[in-house]
């Protein structure tokens, strides 16, 4: 099939999870023209905001009927975005995965994107925010000393296959994210997760550790998880809820270079031990063992993502 | 055709449009936990980001090869989340115009949704919130007593069309905004609109403003403007520029209840009035003129949605 093919949906969806009703007592700003042209009025901010909501937004895959939904969660400090399109144009596993005829729901977590940011962490919390550099690093493209902003450089590792000349322009993606808010994130999973008899839970970096979370608190509603680049799982003593769960995760390459990613990695071995030590199944995918170097942080926006995309497609079809 | 029908598009598309790099001297946060799991680590906030961009999702429709493609720009507070679906859970004009063969491009205005809040917006300026007290009277939902959280209430105007029982999940949909960005979000959709040889803009509310400020700043690149409840329109001695642009307006229900958008109206009907002192083509549906009463100002939303896209739409078909 080439890209010019077209491919069907039965429709689109669109809609919030969870959330709650909160009065908040802000102070008035004074004046404000809300539209164009006409007199400032002053602003009654005062009054009633849902928050807590995650936004997800539904592509309904044709011919589908009767396959497994995949729920595609992003990482940390990002929104849905991750999974629709790479910073150099290619098409994202989102569209991939459309013409490979499943159901997708791509969530922006709450706080992030159009989950929006609510007053109170706007106005009363610490943000957390991660320059270009924080991301260069954590995102393992390349040495520190290979970004320069002074010179516009951006020298990858040694066979990057992450489109460096995308790199500023994916940085357009990044989002603020607050930490006070981790358990209004956690709740909305697991609001969205009941939503469903059955999916299969893709995610990408942060979302590894909210997902393995969401999954040991709300058992028997996910046929698998892959776990694309986790960055942790957490800390439970008991994870026979997940031992039926079959786990695919996929590994870039580069580890060496970053021991950040060897410790956070380390995190996720443990956890994936305790599931093969349970008896459940785990599958990897370690790129650069089986003979495909230079994969980031990132697979699905690396130049070879219809191929990674292409095994984990197929990794589901088998199930 | 019914609901269940497929429809086919070409691909999809997500980009951002303008932002530039900014360095900001951001203060650490003490450490903080990224991953699950792992330990806590100072954050290097300082560096560089992209600020100013805006963020695109675009659907190539099928057959739609040859016809012009919509732009889709929502209003003050809200995000393109305004045409993707109904609150309560219909399609929105975004999977109607796919289903009629269109492309259509839906933006988050900078500052909102997946266009990200800028850190400094986030730090170092004052945000607009909107309650849902004050959303209730700016959307012209009902009277001011109509609005109850001590009942729960919520006291429609008689007759309107807006699917009420949804009007908080509604509110899940609302974004702060930043006043002091308004540059920044003029010089995104000027750039937006450099991108496309020919196109259609339809905007809602302070969307119409925006849309005619970007018209007048960038003349032959719009086929028409469909102004669906426009809030205003900038104070230009000059609208020449726009007059051989053909313009559709769709007003709703319920003027004669609300001063604001008594205000707001009049300053639409004077740069209408001088696109047509000019020569210029202004096509109104009126709705409650033309029989049709009880509208909100959120035409896209309410009952008879599908209607009034299939009017807008033909109005595009004959252009």
């Known amino acids: 099939m080439t890209q010019s093919d077209t491919f069907s949906l039965r429709g689109l969806e669109s809609f919030f999870v969870g959330g709650e009703n909160v009065m908040l007592d802000l102070t008035p700003t004074g004046d404000v023209a809300l539209a164009m042209g006409s007199a400032a009025r002053p602003l009654a901010q005062a009054g009633n905001y849902e928050i807590g909501q995650m936004y997800v937004q539904g592509f309904l895959g044709a011919p589908a ?13 990002m929104t849905g975005v991750t999974w629709e399109s790479t910073p150099d144009g290619r098409p994202g596993w989102l569209e991939l995965a459309l013409r490979d005829g499943f159901d997708v729901y791509v969530s922006d977590a709450v706080e992030r994107g159009r989950s929006s940011s609510p007053p109170d962490a706007i106005t009363g919390m610490d943000a957390v ?25 951006r020298v990858a590792y040694p066979g990057q296959r992450f489109p460096m000349q995308a790199f500023d322009t994916f940085c357009k993606q990044f989002v603020a994210r607050w930490p006070e808010l981790v358990p209004r994130v ?11 008899e059955d999916c299969i839970v893709m995610v990408h970096s942060q979302g590894g550790g909210m997902s393995i979370d969401t999954t040991l608190a709300c058992p028997g509603r996910v046929k698998a998880l892959v776990l694309v680049e986790p960055s942790g799982a957490p800390e439970s003593e008991d994870v026979s809820a997940n031992k039926d ?3 695919l995760v996929i590994w870039g390459d580069y580890f060496d270079q970053s021991p950040r990613w060897q410790e956070y990695r380390g995190e996720v071995e443990r956890y994936l031990s305790a599931i093969t030590a349970l008896g459940g199944r785990v599958d990897v995918i370690d790129l650069p063992a089986q003979g495909i170097p230079g994969n980031s942080h990132f697979p699905m926006m690396d130049d070879n993502s219809a191929d990674v995309w292409a095994m984990v497609s197929d990794w589901i079809r088998r199930l």
Not at 129 to 153: A, I
Not at 186 to 196: D, G, I, N, Q
């Open 186 to 196: 956690k709740s909305a999973y697991r609001e969205y997760l009941a939503r469903f």
């Open 245 to 247: 769960i079959p786990h």
């Open 129 to 153: 925010f991660r320059p270009k550099e924080l991301s260069w690093e954590v995102f393992r493209m390349g040495p520190d000393e290979g970004f320069s902003m002074d010179t516009g450089e």
């Open 65 to 77: 009927e009767g396959t497994t939904p995949i729920l595609m969660w992003h990482g940390g400090g």
